[in-house]
């Protein structure tokens, strides 16, 4: 398991490794004077260093801001384009057009923290080299957790984009619009379960009061939420009509207020995590 720790500066070992399912979120090292200091999968890929070390506090990743920004704006398309009182003013184009813009800023910000994860400083300092290429490695949860997330975007750019189509079959609408919705929500679901499990510590939930177990858990409950609104979303055999247009709503405004909160915290996981190195 330690393998899955980045290179260790000579002296360093690793004293106690932890993470789910066998990949490894949290290590403790030792330097060569004894000293112990705490090593994590979240706060390495972000370059923030070590906990409890003076060494390798680096400044906060502006990708944070990025990443966050566009989250953000994405999370407000969704949760405009589920509100009565916008799409019920505005034309049915509109408000598919609102979507589609919301899942493209979903797909970048998504790209973003796929390119920040897989360029990961290749040593456990927050100095180290990071790889030129993006690292791919099956045996890193975060690395999972980005590329399912990736995906996911991508069925909501189909899904949404599909559905600023005003001349769908029954048919199409079914295959072209609520399928890959479905999908977009079920990756969402998966990512967002493996981001949690690489902050959380055990099956039952255990804050660890760190804001990055607060956007995991955020998350979470946004893709939760996201997935409630594609079941209900699903068309009915007999009119073509959706089964609950009401649940699709409030689980699409609820799910994208847990993703714009959640966004909003990142840069202030960044620059608390940094404080505390």
Not at 217 to 232: D, E, I, M, P, Q
Not at 241 to 262: D, K, R, S, Y
């Amino acid at each position: 398991m330690t393998s899955t720790v980045p290179d260790l500066p000579s002296g360093w070992r690793a004293l106690r490794v932890r993470g789910p399912a066998g990949f490894v979120t949290h290590a403790t090292l030792v330097r060569p004077d004894g000293s112990e200091v705490e090593w994590s999968s979240r706060r390495h890929r972000k370059g923030l260093g070590l906990r409890g070390a003076v060494v390798g506090g680096g400044p906060a990743s502006a990708l944070s801001w990025w990443i966050g920004g566009l989250f953000a704006l994405g999370s407000v398309c969704f949760a405009l384009g589920s509100v009565p009182l916008y799409f019920d003013q505005v034309a049915p184009a509109t408000v598919a057009a609102t979507f589609f813009v919301g899942s493209i800023f979903f797909t970048s910000a998504a790209y973003l923290q796929f390119h920040e994860t897989l360029r990961a400083p290749t040593g456990v300092l927050a100095g180290s080299p990071r790889p030129r290429l993006l690292a791919w490695s099956s045996r890193r949860i975060d690395a999972w957790a980005v590329l399912v997330q990736l995906v996911g975007t991508v069925f909501f750019n189909l899904s949404t984009f599909a559905a600023t189509r005003a001349d769908l079959t029954l048919a199409q609408e079914r295959h072209l619009v609520w399928a890959p919705d479905v999908g977009g929500s079920i990756c969402f679901l998966v990512a967002s379960w493996l981001a949690y499990a690489e902050v959380n510590r055990g099956i039952l939930p255990r804050s660890d009061r760190s804001v990055g177990w607060g956007i995991a858990a955020l998350n979470l409950l946004g893709s939760v939420a996201f997935g409630v609104a594609a079941v209900a979303a699903r068309y009915l055999r007999s009119t073509g009509e959706l089964a609950n247009l009401p649940l699709v709503n409030l689980g699409t405004f609820l799910g994208a207020v847990c993703f714009l909160v959640g966004a909003v915290l990142l840069p202030v996981e960044s620059a608390r995590e940094r404080s505390s190195s």
